[in-house]
């Protein structure tokens, strides 16, 4: 999931958080992609502010609302109490997928066997992710080498992919107690990993568990079989049938479903039969993202943003807007731009990036965020480990420009329905320029999409949270300007 990159851009950044299908990803955006990704999204924004509102519901979950005073150059300075793995190996590539990965193939190998049957690829059997995961033990062990003397214990643990499912039970429960040898897991450690329908049975879930992990991601996207063909996906509708039976007979409570909007050929009713289908499930967190066509990739040969067979920008906001109605009224909470949760069940691990904390990234194609430096390490496993080799250096870190920092602290923040405290960037940035970003943001304000209660500014959900891209934009546009 994880990916950000020496070619810093606040639009990029932004991107790079945005809905998994897409920002699960991880995009690395080079120099030459940023300004037509940027233009891309911003357009479709842009094209979707066009389209009719719904009311404003503030329902943020006090629990997680973050100190008011407590960020945010003290806590990006802060010892990191968050780790992202990557785990970069997938069956298949999808169809709208530019992740860093490598494709493991259904029927690789590791062992010659000609006399018997071919199996899938997994952790066990597989030459490259056996070897992945030793360089992964070596930079985690680097890492905490170089971690400061008051290093607190971990409180999340993400393994993010690809498909981290692919790994044998016993490869992250060793990967899990170097962690816990080397950084310390607190009590209460979130440890979350991405499933995959299809690539995991009743042993090999119960194996997860007693490793230690808790909380679960599931890659279901679409409900429908002729979208999951569509998209390359690996698994059918049975297998997310499967792996949900076996979520639940195993009991387990905080676990989360993805779905991906805008797909082509996807309608109206398909979207709503699947945010159904999804509640159905049980899930405990939803994740919905929308579709973006990335550069390089399948979908990006088939088809134009904005053209059949893909949804009109009208109907992907009709669908944003079903998706805060259906999973609203199904009692969960739309705390971020594209994730709901059941109350208390809200992704710990991924508020450390809206909460702009510090956190490890290690792997290939991993961001870190260590004593305010963002740092993306190389993409392809050859690359990752000739870095490795040359004693995985991060480079020193660079001082941003008061603009760019407040522009991050509200491109990160802003994505959160709570909002910001206003006092605290006063505070650090300046009243000039605080009150710069909110004269600009009036025009959104009259739209009803940016509110402002008390101290706190925030995206009215739905709309604000649906137009965040025009609205940044704007923020950025203003902060580049000399105050
Ligand atoms: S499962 Fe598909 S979308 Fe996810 S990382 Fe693998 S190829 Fe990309």
């Keep these: ?8 851009s606040p639009v990029a950044w932004w991107l790079w958080l945005k809905p998994r299908a897409v920002n699960r990803s991880s995009q690395r955006i080079e120099p030459a992609d940023r300004a037509s990704k940027s233009s891309q999204r911003i357009e479709r924004a842009n094209a979707r502010d066009r389209a009719s509102r719904f009311p404003q519901a503030d329902r943020a979950d006090p629990k997680y609302r973050p100190n008011p005073m407590s960020y945010p150059v003290a806590l990006a300075l802060s010892p990191p109490r968050a780790a992202y793995l990557h785990i970069p190996f997938c069956r298949r590539r999808c169809f709208y997928c530019d992740f860093p990965i490598s494709v493991v193939g259904e029927f690789k190998t590791f062992r010659d066997r000609p006399d018997q049957p071919p199996e899938p690829a997994t952790g066990r059997n597989s030459a490259p992710i056996i070897e992945y995961l030793s360089a992964l033990e070596r930079e985690i062990t680097l890492g905490a080498d170089r971690a400061a003397a008051d290093q607190p214990p971990l409180e999340t643990v ?17 990967i899990l107690q170097l962690l816990d040898r080397r950084f310390g897991l607190a009590p209460q450690v979130e440890i979350s990993m991405e499933l995959d329908p299809g690539t995991f049975d009743r042993a090999w879930l119960a194996g997860f568990l007693a490793a230690g992990v808790n909380r679960i991601s599931l890659g279901v996207q679409a409900f429908q079989a002729e979208l999951l063909a569509a998209c390359g996906r690996s698994h059918g509708v049975q297998d997310i049938e499967q792996a949900v039976a076996l979520l639940q007979s195993a009991g387990v409570k905080n676990w989360s479903l993805d779905l991906i909007s805008g797909l082509p050929n996807q309608s109206i009713d398909q979207w709503q039969a699947s945010l159904d289908r999804a509640v159905a499930c049980g899930p405990a967190h939803l994740s919905v993202y929308d579709l973006i066509i990335e550069p390089q990739t399948v979908f990006d040969r088939r088809y134009q943003p904005g053209d059949r067979p893909l949804p009109s920008d009208e109907q992907t906001a009709q669908m944003y807007r079903m ?30 990036y809206w909460e702009n904390r510090p956190y490890y990234g290690f792997g290939m194609g991993a961001t870190s965020y260590l004593a305010g430096q963002r740092f993306g390490r190389p993409r392809t496993r050859a690359a990752y480990y000739d870095w490795l080799n040359n004693g ?28 910001l405290a206003l006092e605290p ?10 009150d710069r970003v909110l004269q600009c943001l009036d025009r959104f304000a009259a739209e009803g999409w940016v509110v402002r209660s008390g101290d706190r500014l925030a995206l009215a959900e739905p709309d604000g949270l649906l137009f965040s891209n025009s609205i940044l934009a704007e923020i950025f546009s203003t902060l580049e300007q000399e105050p």
Excluded at 1 to 8: A, V
Excluded at 158 to 172: H, N, R
Aim: glycine letters at 8%.
């Design 1 to 8: 999931m994880t990916e950000f990159d020496e070619y810093y």
């Design 158 to 174: 993400f393994f993010g992919g690809g498909t981290p499912s692919l790994l044998a039970p016993e490869q992250v429960d060793r």
């Design 323 to 352: 998706a805060s109605q259906t999973l609203q009224a199904a009692g969960f909470q739309h705390y971020e731009v594209s994730n709901y949760a059941q109350f208390g069940f809200q992704c710990r691990h991924n508020r450390t």
């Design 392 to 419: 995985a250096i991060e480079p020193p870190a660079s001082p941003q420009s008061v603009p760019d920092r407040l522009a991050e602290t509200l491109m990160l923040g802003l994505r959160l329905a709570e909002g």
């Design 425 to 434: 960037l006063r505070q650090e940035f300046g009243t000039v320029w605080v």
